[in-house]
């Protein structure tokens, strides 16, 4: 794998619109690579998840919850949890995502460490490797916390969320523990919790647009088509397409935000 254009340097210090630029430069000179990541990491397990819920008719088992919540109806959130479609699904989710946050971290920071830019799979794989159950533990530690935060008022998770956004990149790229980087996480973000906040609005807004955008298209597509079988098959498989894209640009974002947090605090 190999990188010739001009690179993108991570920790220079940078202001909310520079750090966005940085973020879609590197995404649209590496997106070649990307996507062979992602083929190669995070494909796999979305295809299985993708045929399980199909033949679980997990969208069904969800739809009927939703609409028993709407009409006050709650005693179905109970046998929601204990549906071991969910839980399986919960899982291959999970997956999905540390390999996901592992294997774009590990490719940025080999981008970074490796002064020519060429590297294989294999090195890629390694770092993986390392830092895969690090990863896992960090998500479900900070998604148990904000959780938490979120149950007991809302703001306190919002805040959370907010603190931990940079923890990832600290755990790999200065090979922290789990809890080294989320002390990392809290001294990086002091001082900068709205810019990490406006970076996590930004990535809501472009998931946003990518969902109305996809929705618009599919929207056409069963007007033509019609709904059912291969049509909606084909565009659910498009759907979590996009959303993997925009996944993976959020990490880059994530990465691009913590480089600047420490360039930031060496100036100081």
């Not at 709407?70 to 071991?84: C, G």
């Not at 399986?88 to 999970?94: D, K, N, R, W």
């Not at 002091?190 to 996809?214: C, D, E, P, Q």
Request: hydrophobic share 55%.
């Amino acid at each position: 794998m190999e990188s010739t254009k001009e690179r993108i340097n991570f920790y220079g210090d940078a202001d909310f619109p520079d750090l966005l630029g940085r973020t879609f430069r590197f995404f649209s000179r590496e997106f070649v690579n990307l996507v062979k990541i992602l083929l190669v990491f995070v494909v796999p397990i979305l295809l299985v998840n993708f045929w399980f819920s199909q033949k679980a008719g997990l969208q069904q088992i969800l739809n009927e919850a939703l609409i028993a919540m709407q009409k006050q109806d709650f005693s179905q959130l109970s046998t929601l949890f204990n549906r071991r479609e969910i839980w399986v699904s919960y899982i291959l989710s999970l997956l999905e995502s540390v390999l996901m946050t592992s294997s774009i971290i590990a490719y940025i920071k080999l981008y970074i460490d490796e002064e020519t830019g060429n590297f294989n799979l294999q090195s890629l794989w390694e770092q993986v490797k390392k830092y895969f159950f690090s990863v896992l533990g960090l998500q479900l530690l900070v998604g148990l916390v904000v959780l938490l935060g979120i149950l007991l008022c809302i703001l306190p998770g919002i805040y959370l969320l907010v603190v931990f956004f940079p923890a990832a990149p600290a755990l790999i790229l200065e090979n922290n523990g789990i809890r080294s980087a989320l002390a990392r996480s809290f001294e990086l973000t002091k001082g900068n919790w709205f810019t990490s906040f406006i970076a996590l609005l930004a990535i809501l807004l472009i998931t946003v647009v990518g969902n109305v955008l996809t929705s618009s298209i599919f929207t056409i597509m069963f007007a033509a088509f019609g709904k059912g079988g291969a049509v909606e098959s084909i565009s659910q498989l498009a759907f979590n397409s996009v959303q993997l894209l925009i996944s993976a640009l959020s990490v880059i974002v994530s990465v691009a935000l913590y480089a600047s947090f420490v360039a930031q605090s060496k100036m100081q």
